[in-house]
């Protein structure tokens, strides 16, 4: 993450400032206490070396679906922080939420607002110290669906070390590749993603207060119970009709041996079912956030050209806002009279000044007083000036 990047991204941030610097770092110490705590109490149940020793397979598990995560938010994806959110869940609010979860006197009950809640905790943080980062609804799912990811990466890579204890280990890898559901998409990733969505909601609307948080709050708990749901039964409920719809589009039977016996370690209508019924469970959250991701980055990209087009012919030169005017919502545009690393460069820049200029607005600010803009669209003159 370059310096240029580094300010647009900490536009109003607390960290600039002693106690906001302050806070964090006690709040990341308490997470980290609580998260050792965590991994000691895995390496007390015998399996702490052996997980780890799976979390690389289930990484690779989840590669097709970051790569499809990020190519979403290529546009002012941060790469750094892409990693830090995995990460953070992965090792730091993933091992807390385990403590909640074995010490909760109602944990299937409670198991779904534990682990959304610690899931999310890392994007609430950034919401707080760095509110640059999450601006959209899109934002929300996609920093949600890695939140979500980083989890489903340890639960998969613990699911295998506690179920090699009794079972042969290929058994295990072909019943637990099934939580990756199909490209890593499982409904750890769906469930964050759409929690995500609803703290985009509330970064991208101009309500305030109560206002501003009550669907958001709605969403997670939504999301919550529809998770402990999940545990409590309902997996088995769409896992079986997910099994007898697949049975009939393909004209086989679903018989009682592949329903008693250890399920998902042989390859039948119930472990394709045990896949699919990711989906089929969460089809509702699915479509409504295809929906959204439509319609922010229409959105999006609708303000990018609006605040593109304002800048002089030396940030944004004639030729260039053409370019802006017909670009795709998915598509980046090319600036084939400089190299291609920094025509990137130069794309990604201009993302994000118009998104930092529409967040200058919103709060109030002269776009023309904002240091960051200044720092933006001196560093586009720059590269374009060097080349």
């Known amino acids: 993450m370059d310096n240029i990047v580094k300010s647009y991204i900490f536009y109003n941030s607390p960290l600039k400032e002693k106690n906001g610097k302050i806070a964090f770092t006690l709040l990341l110490m308490l997470l980290v206490g609580l ?4 991994w000691i109490t895995f390496g007390k149940e015998g399996i702490l070396l052996t997980m ?14 970051y790569l499809v995560i990020t190519f979403i938010d290529r546009k002012r994806g941060i790469g750094f922080f892409h990693l830090v959110t995995i990460l953070s869940v992965l090792l730091i609010t993933a091992p807390v939420a385990s403590i909640f979860n074995i010490e909760s006197p109602i944990k299937l009950y409670a198991v779904g607002f534990n682990e959304e809640f610690f899931k999310i905790l890392p994007l609430l943080i950034f919401v707080i110290f760095i509110p640059n980062l999450i601006r959209t609804k899109k934002d929300g799912m996609v920093y949600g669906a890695l939140a979500g990811m980083g989890f489903n990466i340890i639960e998969i890579a613990s699911y295998i070390a506690i179920s090699t204890i009794e079972l042969p280990l290929m058994d295990v890898l072909y019943q637990q590749s099934t939580r990756f559901a199909l490209w890593g998409f499982g409904s750890h990733v769906i469930w964050s993603a759409f929690v995500g969505l609803g703290i985009g909601i509330a970064m991208q609307s101009n309500e305030k207060g109560w206002k501003k948080w009550r669907l958001p709050i709605a969403i997670f708990l939504i999301t919550a119970i529809a998770h402990s749901s999940y545990d409590l039964g309902m997996v088995g409920v769409f896992l079986l009709a997910t099994a007898y719809l ?3 589009l393909k004209g086989e039977a679903v018989t009682p041996d592949m329903i008693i016996t250890t ?3 042989s390859d039948n209508i119930v472990r394709n079912a045990m896949k699919f019924e990711h989906f089929s ?3 509702v959250f ?10 922010t980055l229409k959105w999006e990209q609708a303000l990018t050209v609006k605040e593109l087009l304002k800048e002089s012919n030396d940030v944004v030169s004639e030729s260039d806002k053409k370019l802006v005017e017909n670009e795709g919502v998915l598509s980046m545009r090319k600036y084939k009279q400089y190299p291609k690393k920094t025509a990137r460069k130069i794309v990604k820049y201009e993302n994000l000044l118009a998104m930092l200029k529409h967040s200058v607005v919103r709060d109030g600010k002269d776009i023309e007083d904002s240091e960051e803009v200044q720092v933006l669209r001196n560093e586009i003159k720059v590269l374009k000036l060097n080349q």
């Open 286 to 295: 699915i479509i409504i956030m295809i929906w959204q991701v439509i319609k």
């Open 52 to 65: 780890w020793e799976w979390v690389p397979y289930a990484i690779i598990g989840s590669i097709l679906a």
């Open 246 to 248: 697949l049975g009939f």
């Open 263 to 265: 399920p998902g370690t």
């Open 281 to 283: 469970y969460n089809i």
């Open 35 to 38: 998260a050792v705590k965590g």
